[in-house]
């Protein structure tokens, strides 16, 4: 008596996952570096966040410069420079257009923190904990703002 085995795409398929899982699991447990990335000395970051839709007081009071806390009370770092732009707004017809309009007394704000935080290959890390990448959205205030979020635009190294 003969036994035939029939093998089909679902078992092979199978058979390749379980595979590439104990090898995954072997390379996670010997791993020289534990999973955890170094990171390197501490530099001076400057990082550029932006806020839109604002009011002009608010822009303003930004200009004050100061201290800028995270909202859980921790120093973020220090206001730089603050400048602004018009805002304009996308605004879309009934067919399906869009143009591009300037909304009255409101504003888009730029404003340069500078921080003392930790850089690696991969990773920044500001004063306060924060991981910073471009496109980010953190929430902080100052002592005469309160910003619930704001996105990061652009990251400078200082040497």
Request: glycine share 8%.
């Amino acid at each position: 008596m003969k036994i035939k085995f029939k093998h089909n795409i679902v078992d092979i398929f199978v058979v390749i996952m379980v595979i590439a899982f104990i090898i995954g699991v072997i390379i996670r447990m010997f791993s020289t570096d534990g999973g955890v990335q170094k990171v390197n000395t501490p530099k001076t970051i400057e990082y550029t966040v932006v806020i839109r839709d604002v009011r002009d007081y608010t822009t303003n009071a930004l200009a004050k410069g100061g201290t800028a806390y995270k909202s859980s009370g921790e120093i973020m770092g220090t206001i730089v420079d603050v400048w602004a732009q018009p805002f304009t707004n996308i605004e879309v017809l009934n067919d399906g257009t869009q143009y591009k309009r300037d909304v009255p007394n409101k504003y888009e704000t730029y404003i340069k923190i500078r921080t003392e935080g930790r850089e690696s290959d991969m990773l920044l890390i500001g004063s306060c904990g924060t991981e910073l990448y471009l496109g980010a959205h953190i929430g902080w205030y100052t002592k005469w703002v309160n910003v619930a979020s704001s996105q990061i635009v652009a990251i400078d190294i200082i040497e």
